[in-house]
């Protein structure tokens, strides 16, 4: 199994549209959460960290459930370019990242 | 720019050959990441450094990849008798205590 587990996708959106993204991890002990973005052939950014009391940043919205070992990420209002793989990150004592969720959102 | 900086960006080699791969990173970050991406999947744990303390190294990486990091500064990752199953993106990532890590370009190794 891996540590973090996330549905690859492709999410094919019309602009507009709220979408969810959902991750599970493993290691009960794992200490942060992140969400990354990629874009594609680049590297991957920081999107926003993860918080139990939930946190949001404009549109985007991330929650974690650390009793069902559960993240997950909200983006409303989805813009053309929201278009791109949203890897959820977990760590423990180093950075472990699942295998992200591509994201398209279309005219 | 003060970001990570990884050189070379690209790299082709014959099959066999030993490649060296450096990274830069951000001045004053004291933990330092190697990943390694392949297409659709995301960035898989190599090995990481905390100053020039090397803490952990894969179990999936064999004994042809080593990685330095001398002065707790730059390091390199190194990969001998290299095997097509090696071509990848090589992502070097940096950290202060902090957990965010700041990524650079990645170099892209094709092994032909």
């Known amino acids: 199994r891996k540590e973090v587990e996330q549905d690859p996708g492709p999410f094919n959106v019309p602009e507009g549209a709220t979408v969810a993204f959902n991750c599970t991890y493993s290691?009960?002990?794992?200490?942060?959460f992140f969400w990354y973005r990629q874009d594609c052939r680049k590297e991957p950014k920081l999107l926003m960290s993860v918080y139990s009391s939930g946190n949001e940043d404009g549109r985007f919205t991330a929650q974690l459930n650390r009793a069902s070992q559960y993240i997950s990420l909200l983006i409303r209002d989805s813009k053309l370019s929201d278009s791109a793989t949203y890897l959820c990150v977990v760590m423990t004592d180093k950075l472990i990242f699942g295998t992200g969720t591509r994201l398209q959102v279309f005219p | 720019d003060t970001g990570v900086s990884q050189n070379p960006r690209h790299k082709i080699t014959k099959r066999g050959q030993n490649v060296t791969f450096r990274c830069d990173p951000i001045s004053e970050h004291n933990r330092l990441y190697w990943y390694r991406q392949t297409l659709g999947q995301g960035p898989e744990f190599l090995t990481y450094f905390q100053n020039e303390a090397q803490l952990e190294k894969s179990r999936l990486l064999s004994d042809r990849f080593s990685a330095e990091r001398p002065k707790g500064s730059f390091s390199t990752l190194e990969i001998q008798r290299t095997e097509q199953g090696d071509s990848a993106m090589y992502l070097c990532?940096?950290?202060?205590?902090?957990?965010?890590?700041?990524f650079g370009q990645g170099t892209r190794l094709t092994v032909v």
């Open positions: 290691n009960s002990a794992s200490q942060s």
């Open positions: 990532a940096s950290s202060l205590q902090d957990p965010e890590a700041f």
